[in-house]
């Protein structure tokens, strides 16, 4: 079946001839109506509009953004903070990066729109560190929003005010975990707080309550409220609705982005016909769906899954729909959007080692079974690679990965060991036959990955 | 400390963007780190002082932030990206290129006192693997070519 086409909402205007990142062209092209639109209704109708769009978090989790915004405690009596991750920093998540920098405005009109639902009068929009130009962007936008009234003191004519900052991480991974990016905001190391009592919708910053919305999802807010919940809804596929980007890299003929309706197009449509299949001569060996923290996939495995009516349904990696539930039905996520694709020319234990030592490097050292454990993983598949490699080394791997997740504050031990335990589960045999392979003559072109 | 009037301004100016002035700390690092080069003992004690702080709380900071440097570097930063999507199109080649134009380990600063090379962990950029960011800029889509050429440039701009 030929895949569909794309249907561009948030990434309308990306890569558009002509098209600006100042507020006159963003303007010109009816932006900011939705905002004027908005702060006429009740905040309580847009939180029902996003309620009813079924829209989930497109950060990694998938949790659904009304849900999120009804656990608000409004009771408190404290302010309620709005906090914008623009951290992206999951290996393979490129999408926040083109929004921040070609329509910066749509972020905001999304945010001052989530703001004034939720009745919250202070906005921080957390930015990597590695995004300096995307933070002046981002900075200069606000300011001529503020300039047109469009944020600030008494928007539009209204009594309702919100003030916007930019707040600039400093290239730690884990302030992509909501807690840590909270705790890094208050000016200290980005430790995740422990859950409960410390979920940000009741305890967040400033021990008030706090949401935490990725980029895209505030992007999404605007649409939804422009064309009602309702509508957003039947965007997409039943309990994974709207649109969403992805990010595909690594060894297919067309990386980039891509904005499709969620579960509408699959895996093998989106990198065969999409992406034009693989690189010359080679083949497809294993894929990551969801960000470098979702679990690999394997080119040639089954999947046999349970249809409503009990009936099952068998699906190849190729089969599956580019959505949240079938891909966590195949034992992965949809994640963050981005999906790295490896081919034949890779020895998925140098892949492994790669990202083992990413993970050694980002974990925040605060429970001891991830900075332990992702540090051993590390040093494990360096071995493997750049000294002795043993047959058992993937049961060896294995079992440090197993004493990792579900036993730390966050769910960066669940980051840092589902790719090993995936690695090791999907491509047992090339672990076990490292010792001879590693040895054997290598391909001039062969790329070095760790 | 002796940081530039501009800096001070915005210092101070930020500050008034948190109620609590903690939470100044990552702000007030940049905008020092972008004046000086890099994070001294003495900018610790002073944004400590500043924030109404203990000067471990800034030094916590400063330690675990892989971005914030205790000591100065050269003038151009070279940050090459290490991890997977970049690692499968050539990365490590072109880290090990801007290595050998330049002659320098990573993490030292070239005899001339011109360039850094860094070897981070993913830019976000992953569709246009390999990358690398020179100072502020991004380069994409970088092989070995093109890491010859990019540093080229940097050596001619350094000559002048």
């Given at each position: 079946m030929p895949a569909p086409s794309q249907r561009r909402l948030i990434f309308q205007h990306i890569d558009e001839p002509g098209y600006s990142n100042d507020l006159a062209c963003y303007v010109r092209n009816g932006g900011y109506e939705i905002l004027k639109k908005s702060v006429t209704r009740k905040p309580?109708?847009?939180?029902?509009?996003?309620?009813?769009?079924?829209?989930?978090?497109?950060?990694?989790?998938?949790?659904?953004?009304?849900?999120?915004?009804?656990?608000?405690?409004?009771?408190?009596?404290?302010?309620?903070?709005?906090?914008?991750?623009?951290?992206?920093?999951?290996?393979?998540?490129?999408?926040?990066?083109?929004?921040?920098?070609?329509?910066?405005?749509?972020?905001?009109?999304?945010?001052?729109?989530?703001?004034?639902?939720?009745?919250?009068?202070?906005?921080?929009?957390?930015?990597?560190?590695?995004?300096?130009?995307?933070?002046?962007?981002?900075?200069?936008?606000?300011?001529?929003?503020?300039?047109?009234?469009?944020?600030?003191?008494?928007?539009?004519?209204?009594?309702?005010?919100?003030?916007?900052?930019?707040?600039?991480?400093?290239?730690?991974?884990?302030?992509?975990?909501?807690?840590?990016?909270?705790?890094?905001?208050?000016?200290?190391?980005?430790?995740?707080?422990?859950?409960?009592?410390?979920?940000?919708?009741?305890?967040?910053?400033?021990?008030?309550?706090?949401?935490?919305?990725?980029?895209?999802?505030?992007?999404?807010?605007?649409?939804?409220?422009?064309?009602?919940?309702?509508?957003f809804s039947k965007i997409g596929t039943p309990n994974n609705t709207g649109t969403r980007i992805l990010c595909v890299s690594g060894h297919v003929q067309r990386p980039g982005y891509y904005e499709y309706e969620v579960g509408k197009i699959t895996l093998g449509q989106l990198l065969n016909e999409v992406c034009g299949g693989p690189l010359p001569g080679r083949t497809f060996k294993g894929v990551i769906p969801g960000g470098s923290?979702?679990?690999?996939?394997?080119?040639?495995?089954?999947?046999?899954?349970?249809?409503?009516?009990?009936?099952?349904?068998?699906?190849?990696?190729?089969?599956?729909?580019?959505?949240?539930?079938?891909?966590?039905?195949?034992?992965?996520?949809?994640?963050?959007?981005?999906?790295?694709?490896?081919?034949?020319?890779?020895?998925?234990?140098?892949?492994?080692?790669?990202?083992?030592?990413?993970?050694?490097?980002?974990?925040?050292?605060?429970?001891?079974?991830?900075?332990?454990?992702?540090?051993?993983?590390?040093?494990?598949?360096?071995?493997?690679?750049?000294?002795?490699?043993?047959?058992?080394?993937?049961?060896?791997?294995?079992?440090?990965?197993?004493?990792?997740?579900?036993?730390?504050?966050?769910?960066?031990?669940?980051?840092?060991?589902?790719?090993?335990?995936?690695?090791?589960?999907?491509?047992?045999?090339?672990?076990?036959?490292?010792?001879?392979?590693?040895?054997?003559?290598?391909?001039?072109?062969?790329?070095?990955?760790? | 400390m002796n940081f530039k009037q501009e800096t001070l301004q915005r210092i101070d100016e930020v500050i008034t963007h948190y109620p609590v002035k903690r939470s100044a700390t990552l702000p007030l690092l940049h905008l020092i780190q972008e004046d000086a080069g890099y994070i001294s003992d003495e900018a610790i004690e002073w944004v400590a002082q500043k924030l109404e702080l203990q000067p471990i709380n800034v030094f916590e900071v400063v330690t675990f932030y892989p971005m914030f440097r205790r000591k100065p570097i050269g003038r151009r930063h070279v940050k090459v990206c290490r991890t997977l999507s970049c690692a499968l199109m050539g990365g490590y080649k072109v880290c090990d290129e801007f290595k050998k134009e330049f002659g320098v380990e990573l993490n030292e600063v070239s005899a001339d006192g011109e360039v850094t090379i860094e070897f981070v962990e993913c830019l976000a950029s992953c569709g246009t693997a390999p990358v690398v960011m020179i100072d502020e800029e991004l380069h994409e889509k970088v092989d070995t070519a093109k890491a010859r050429a990019l540093a080229a440039k940097i050596k001619s701009e350094a000559k002048r």
């Open positions: 309580e109708e847009i939180i029902d509009e996003v309620k009813k769009s079924g829209l989930r978090g497109r950060g990694g989790a998938g949790f659904p953004c009304g849900v999120k915004w009804s656990l608000v405690d409004r009771k408190s009596g404290k302010p309620i903070y709005l906090v914008v991750n623009a951290d992206e920093s999951e290996p393979g998540t490129f999408k926040d990066r083109y929004i921040i920098h070609q329509d910066p405005h749509q972020l905001i009109e999304g945010i001052m729109i989530s703001c004034f639902a939720n009745n919250v009068k202070q906005a921080y929009i957390y930015i990597r560190g590695e995004f300096p130009i995307g933070a002046r962007i981002l900075e200069k936008a606000i300011a001529e929003a503020r300039a047109a009234n469009f944020v600030g003191p008494n928007i539009l004519g209204t009594h309702y005010s919100c003030e916007i900052y930019v707040h600039r991480g400093a290239g730690a991974y884990i302030c992509g975990e909501e807690t840590g990016l909270i705790e890094s905001i208050e000016g200290k190391r980005p430790y995740p707080r422990i859950k409960p009592p410390y979920f940000p919708a009741v305890l967040g910053l400033y021990q008030c309550p706090t949401i935490v919305n990725n980029v895209e999802t505030l992007c999404h807010v605007k649409h939804i409220s422009d064309m009602g919940g309702e509508a923290s979702a679990k690999v996939l394997r080119f040639g495995e089954i999947f046999t899954l349970k249809n409503k009516d009990g009936s099952t349904r068998t699906l190849t990696v190729e089969d599956i729909p580019m959505d949240f539930d079938t891909l966590a039905a195949c034992g992965t996520m949809g994640g963050s959007g981005g999906v790295i694709v490896m081919d034949d020319s890779v020895n998925m234990v140098d892949a492994l080692a790669n990202l083992n030592a990413f993970y050694a490097h980002e974990s925040c050292g605060q429970c001891t079974p991830c900075r332990e454990g992702s540090l051993w993983m590390k040093k494990i598949t360096a071995r493997m690679v750049h000294g002795d490699a043993r047959a058992e080394d993937g049961a060896l791997l294995n079992s440090v990965a197993n004493q990792i997740a579900g036993r730390t504050i966050c769910a960066m031990g669940e980051a840092c060991s589902w790719p090993t335990m995936s690695f090791v589960a999907k491509f047992g045999d090339e672990f076990k036959a490292y010792p001879e392979t590693k040895n054997a003559p290598k391909s001039t072109d062969a790329l070095e990955l760790v | -």
